[in-house]
């Protein structure tokens, strides 16, 4: 039966906006209160969605969360209409109002950790939605990201739903930002590692200082357990929290791995050379390729700053891998020469596609960070919800929709307009009918 990998894209959210929310996160930060495009942001992301697609890729699409989150605001005390809780809120507490505005949901790596069938005790494949913690806008998600996954992976017979880990710092989970799995084949046992910035119960023990370390290790295990992996088959990764604090809030801004390739920066974990002592032991004969980036070549400010590490590694239909990287890694004098010396070398990577995803890099997210990879047989494949899944079609449905329902500006101000509210929910009910999701936003109940 064939095997593939499948990249579900974020679809961006009608309130794509810059408020700076992520500490820790550049390029989130320093691009805080700008002026942002939603219909152009979601454009880019369709555009990079039906160009994998265009490759030969499996490409699905998740819808995004509803927001303003109403809900969320009058559990914190905020009451009256619709418009006088945006009114109230705007004046007693705009940083509560941004967060509830906020559609970082685009950034699907972070919606939940997947482990396919190949490496589960049941053979499904399993999903756990990040609870995300350790920022207040973003553990608004994990409920609606839930629906919307069993919208899409509805039959029990092969999809595994658990809920989200405990709403608390000890267990704080990023999701598939931090968790990457080798293997020789997509259908075939592999190896899935889950890094973790810090250790919950255990003190004295190495953590960053300046930034927050968002990932446990005790949420890595409790993940794991939830799946029915093999423990030979998994490996737990600390994160230097050195690169934590230059700004490295996610693995994923510092490593990313594709079937037998881990493309890693130098700096990326603690205790290096034993991590990858154990992956190769647990992997086990099969040709692993580790990819070393050193600070010589890019240091870690311009692998930030570029999102070197935040590309997708994806295998062509020809069997070649490429990388699939932001433009600003071509604009980088250093960072697109030793991606031309790359694909010379003997590794499995031999091409790079640039894409255009600015939008997204100014709120702090690359390629990567806009999708979560779901690997999957012909059987399974057939079970997804295939309006979910981009084609000529969905793509053309997608842009209309977009340019039917979505602002070309939104400003910081322009949160507090209720109109925004109605706009927004006439636009994901409509997106659920095009998607035959359901009802799986809280104002379709």
Known sequence: ???????????????????????????????????????????????K????????????????????????????????????VLEKAAKQAPEILRACCSASSMWTANAATVSPSGDTLDGKIHFTPANLTNKFHRSLEPEITGNILKAIFADEKHFAHHQHLPDNEHFGDEGAANHTRLCAGYGEQG??????????????????????ARHTYEACEAVARLHGLNPNKVVYIQQNPDVIDQGVFHNDVISVGNQNALFYHEQAFLNTDAVL???????????????????????????????????????????????IAPMECKESDAVSSYLDRLVTLDTPIKQVHYFDVKQSMQNGGGPACLRLRVAMNEAEYNAVNQRALMSDALFADLNQWVDKHYRDVLTEDDLRDPQLVTESRQALDELTQIMNLGSVYTFQK
Do not use: C, W
């Open 1 to 47: 039966m064939k095997q593939f990998e499948a990249n579900f894209d974020g679809l961006v959210g009608p309130t794509h906006n810059y408020a700076g929310l992520s500490t820790g996160n550049v390029a989130s930060q320093s691009n805080a209160s700008n002026a942002s495009s939603p219909k152009q942001a979601a454009k880019q992301g369709l555009q």
């Open 49 to 84: 969605m039906k160009a994998l697609h265009d490759l030969g890729m499996v490409q699905g699409v998740l819808a995004p969360q509803e927001r303003p989150d109403l809900y969320a605001l009058r559990r914190l005390g905020f009451t009256g209409s619709d418009k006088d």
């Open 191 to 212: 190896v899935e590692l889950f890094v973790y910035g810090r250790y919950a119960f255990k003190k004295g023990m190495p953590e960053p200082q300046k930034y927050p």
């Open 277 to 323: 002592a154990e992956i190769q032991q647990k992997f086990g004969d099969s040709p692993l390729h580790f990819i070393k980036v050193s600070t010589d070549d890019v240091s870690v400010e311009e692998a930030v700053k570029t999102y070197l590490f935040n590309t997708q590694i994806i295998t062509k239909p020809s069997g070649e891998m490429a990388i």
